[in-house]
RNA sequence: GCUCAGGUAGCUCAGUCGGUAGAGCAGGGGACUGAAAAUCCCCGUGUCGGCAGUUCAAUUCUGUCCCUGAGCA
């Protein structure tokens, strides 16, 4: 019997909370957390993670759980939102999984690899070695021992070579061969709803909304967050917004530089989320702010 | 008013020893199997400030005018 479970995806800023609270007022749900910077304690109002008020109406889960300084990846989150899918299934409540963090997703429902985690130093050798000959160098090997997958990454691609020459380095094995390997079904039958929206039309909004985070404390946040955790390169400070108001803490823009800053690698977001979930099958596609149906959609699904 | 430095893609700028020009960013499209709010790929015609002159040919040289910045008055 495969878990039932509802998610709201779609690109940042066209209120998917909201319609999560919609179906938490129309049926019993459990929000759980489904977007990879929203787990980051420091930063509730810069990530947009619902309001103690907000997470008061039904059960939240994996929402700022984590210190800035804490890593997070998409196997480990994969495992924690199962575990998350069966305490709400365990209350009786319809788990609704809201996020904007598309291959969390993926590799929940379709599961990932068994790659092993890679030892700290292997990963470290790896990362010096890109620095020292770039990502290039770590490519014309992987051609050599994976061409398969040479083929697929782009020689530039940072994170994809490193990733694949320390998978090599510590199992001894491709990541073609990894990838081949069979992997049990999850087990989720999985309602997918999207909300969907022009770039252009979003544009204004995201603007609206990086304004109202500024009212609401955003700056302030930052601070205090940079005065517990004073380190640039802590995997906290990388979202968008916490970066650019860094950047202007830190003496380098102003602060209205820094806004036009965050609305635009916003907006540059939004615009990578869009063609993610373009390619997303079964999707349902809603308005923003077409709650009913929403609503009615899941009314319909069982 | 004088001197100097500039006026080239939406922005910041490179360049053409004369043969009509190219980077970064922005913007558009795309990819995505353990960093994913990440990482990466593809897409560049714009009166090269205006006018005139020299030349087969000027964005490039010359003159002049306009604009911006710095300095001197």
């Not at 999984?97 to 050798?125: F, H, N, S, W």
């Not at 691609?157 to 990541?175: C, H, I, K, L, P």
């Not at 039958?189 to 929206?197: A, E, F, N, P, S």
């Amino acid at each position: 019997m495969p878990s039932r479970i509802v998610s709201i995806l779609g690109p940042t800023g066209t209120g998917k909370t909201e319609s999560a609270l919609a179906l938490s007022d129309a049926m019993d749900v459990g929000v759980v957390n489904f977007d990879s910077r929203q787990v980051y304690r420091d930063f509730p109002i810069i990530t947009a993670q619902p309001t103690p008020e907000e997470q008061g109406r039904c059960p939240h889960l994996l929402y700022g759980m984590l210190g800035p300084d804490r890593k997070i990846n998409a196997a480990a989150f994969a495992d924690l939102a199962g575990a998350a899918v069966a305490d709400l299934e365990g209350r009786g409540l319809l788990p609704v999984l809201v996020g904007g963090t598309g291959l969390y997703l993926k590799t929940l429902l379709q599961g990932i690899a068994p790659i092993p985690d890679i030892p700290p130093e292997i990963r470290r050798k790896v990362l010096d070695r890109i620095a020292a000959h770039g990502p290039q160098a770590l490519h014309r090997e992987l051609k050599l021992a994976d061409p398969e997958y040479a083929a697929i990454i782009h020689p530039n691609d940072t994170q994809r070579n490193a990733r694949a020459a320390e998978v090599y380095e510590a199992t001894g094995r491709t990541m073609t061969w990894w990838h081949s390997q069979r992997l049990p079904d999850p087990g989720f039958d999985c309602l997918k709803i999207g909300i969907g929206v022009e770039l252009d039309e979003l544009t204004p909004r995201l603007a609206g909304r990086v304004d109202r985070m500024l009212e609401a404390g955003a700056l302030e946040e930052a601070r205090k967050a940079w005065e517990n955790y004073p380190d640039p390169q802590l995997p906290g400070w990388t979202g968008i917004g916490c970066a650019e108001l860094l950047s202007h803490l830190r003496g380098e823009v102003t602060l209205e530089r820094a806004r036009e800053l965050w609305i635009q690698n916003t907006r540059a977001y939004a615009k990578r989320q869009i063609t993610w979930f373009k390619r997303e099958e079964d999707m349902r596609w809603f308005r923003p702010g077409d709650f009913q149906g929403v609503v009615q959609c899941v009314r319909d699904w069982f």
